[in-house]
């Protein structure tokens, strides 16, 4: 069955980077976009960005390029979301999703929380 | 402020109908395939329309989805105690060139 995997939580200080990992499987880890949804503590869901884990292309958010850094290990089928220059409004739990067709998310992480206090 | 705009919340009644919109613009929900996802509390999002009316694998018929123009509804009927989460919507934006969902809308069931 398909499984997204993410790492756990993380406590960060304000100006730290954090790294968040997805281990993917139950299917084909090269043939399918691997997209990544942040949501803050009771407020909605937020899209960050997708990487192309066949090409490594990547595509972000406009609000978080030049801070945000996805990238894969497609030799134990994971990704990993890097975030830098955290500050409070950074604390939210970290999802990544996989893509279908016409940008549909089909199956989720559990989601990482990530802290960022001083 | 999202891109895509839901009404914060919603009721209604065990076995009753309540619909969801969601409502955006040209560049997105007007050009491209809109999408729910319901979040029941502490939980992940989970998949529940996809392709402005279609359902996955496993869930009810009690759930649809459909759009017209810039916006698009989830209909729910006989709601029952269970359907009580929040729901989002979500589609491709081509002027962003990224996904833009819905603040969500939170589902009481009464």
């Known amino acids: 069955q398909v499984q997204l995997v993410q790492s756990g939580a993380e406590v960060k200080k304000p100006g730290a980077s954090v790294k968040v990992s997805c281990k993917a499987s139950?299917?084909?880890?090269?043939?399918?976009?691997i997209h990544w949804v942040r949501q803050a503590p009771g407020q909605g869901l937020e899209w960050m960005g997708w990487i192309n884990p066949n090409s490594g292309d990547t595509n972000y958010a406009q609000k978080f390029q030049g801070r945000v850094t996805v990238t894969r290990d497609t030799s134990i089928n994971t990704d990993y979301l890097e975030l830098s220059r955290l500050t409070s409004d950074d604390t939210a739990v970290y999802y990544c999703a996989r893509e279908q067709t016409d940008y549909y998310f089909d199956y989720w992480g559990q989601g990482a929380l990530v802290t960022v206090s001083s | 402020q999202s891109v895509l705009t839901q009404a914060p919340s919603a009721s209604g009644t065990p076995g009753q109908r309540v619909t969801i919109s969601c409502s955006g613009s040209s560049s997105n929900i007007g050009n491209n395939k809109v999408h729910w996802y319901q979040q029941l509390p502490g939980t992940a999002p989970k998949l529940l329309i996809y392709?402005?009316?279609r359902r996955p694998s496993g869930v009810p018929d009690r759930f649809s989805g459909s759009k017209s123009g810039t916006s698009a509804s989830l209909a729910i009927s006989g709601l029952q105690s269970e359907d009580e989460a929040d729901y989002y919507c979500?589609?491709?934006?081509?002027?962003?060139?990224?996904?833009?969902f819905g603040g969500g809308t939170k589902l009481t069931v009464l």
């Open positions: 139950g299917y084909t880890f090269n043939a399918y976009y």
């Open positions: 979500a589609a491709w934006d081509d002027s962003l060139s990224g996904v833009v």
């Open positions: 392709s402005n009316n």
